[in-house]
C-alpha cells in the first residue's frame, strides 16, 4: 500500500486526522443499575460497556484465596462488532479467552486485591463495536467500570496503539489502518506516573523506528489517559 493512501502528501489520513491525534473519547458512567459500578467507553467508532460485580462472596470455595480477592473478567462481542462475518463459535470463544487473559494480566497488579481476602470481582466487558484499537477501548472500558465501583487500584490505568506507515509514526490506529498490514503496538500505562506496564506488539515494527513509534504510544496513552481523569473529575463533581 502507497502512503498517500494513508497518510495525504499533507500529513492526513483518512478520517482527517494527523498522524499524532487520537480520535474523540467519550465516557459514560452507571448506566448498568444492576452492576455495583459500570462505564462505556468510545473512542472514535470503537464503543465498549464494563461493568463490575463485587467485591462479594467468592462464588466457589474453589475459588477464595485467603489472602487476596479473585479477578475475573467475562469478554463478549456483538455479532456486528467488526465488519466481516461472524465468527465461527470455536475461533469467538479462543479470541474471548484471549481477551480474558489479557486484561487479567493487565489489571491484577494494579488491583489491591488484598484489601478483600476470601472474596470475588467480576469484570464483564463487552465489545459493542470496533473500528480499531478493540484491546485498548477495552482496558480503558475497565479501568473507569473499576473506578466507578470504587474498587481501589494504584493508579487510573489508560492504553492506546500506536504504527508505522510508510516512515510515518500513527497513533490510535482505526480498523483499516489495523488491516493495511501495518506494524504497531498497544501500550498500557499508569496515568500518573507514566509508567508503562504492559506493552503488546500487533505486528513487527522495524527496529530503527521502533523507539519513535513507542514514544508516540506513550503520548497518545497519556492523552487518554488525561480524558479519562477529567471525566472522572467531572463525574465526581
Do not use: W
Not at 463490575?52 to 462488532?81: N, T
Not at 487473559?101 to 467480576?122: D, G
Not at 466487558?125 to 480503558?140: F, H, K, P, T
Amino acid at each position: 500500500m502507497s502512503r498517500a493512501e494513508y497518510v495525504s502528501p499533507e500529513g492526513l489520513r483518512a478520517d482527517g486526522r494527523r498522524p499524532g491525534e487520537v480520535r474523540r473519547i467519550c465516557c459514560a458512567f452507571g448506566e448498568q443499575a444492576r452492576a455495583d459500578g459500570s462505564a462505556s467507553f468510545a473512542q472514535g467508532n470503537t464503543r465498549v460497556l464494563a461493568a463490575v460485580y463485587g467485591p462479594q462472596q467468592a462464588e466457589s470455595r474453589g475459588d477464595a484465596m485467603h489472602d487476596r480477592c479473585a479477578l475475573r473478567f467475562r469478554f463478549s462481542s456483538a455479532s456486528f462488532s467488526a465488519g466481516e462475518r461472524r465468527e465461527r463459535a470455536k475461533a469467538h470463544d479462543r479470541r474471548a479467552a484471549e481477551m480474558e487473559l489479557l486484561l487479567r494480566q493487565t489489571f491484577e497488579p494494579n488491583v489491591l486485591l488484598e484489601l478483600f481476602p476470601q472474596s470475588q470481582i467480576t469484570v464483564v466487558v463487552q465489545l459493542v463495536q470496533s473500528d480499531g484499537g478493540e484491546r485498548s477501548a477495552c482496558i480503558n472500558a475497565a479501568a473507569l467500570a473499576l473506578i466507578d465501583a470504587g474498587v481501589p487500584m494504584r493508579d487510573v490505568l489508560c492504553s492506546c496503539t500506536a504504527g508505522y506507515v510508510d516512515e510515518t509514526p500513527i497513533a490510535d490506529l482505526t480498523y483499516a489502518e489495523e488491516c493495511s498490514g501495518t506494524p504497531g503496538l498497544s501500550l498500557t500505562m499508569l496515568s500518573s506516573s507514566g509508567t508503562v506496564s504492559a506493552l503488546q506488539m500487533e505486528r513487527r515494527v522495524p527496529l530503527g523506528v521502533f523507539d519513535s513509534v513507542l514514544e508516540l504510544a506513550e503520548t497518545a496513552a497519556a492523552t487518554i489517559g488525561q480524558l479519562m481523569r477529567t471525566q472522572l473529575e467531572m463525574r465526581e463533581s
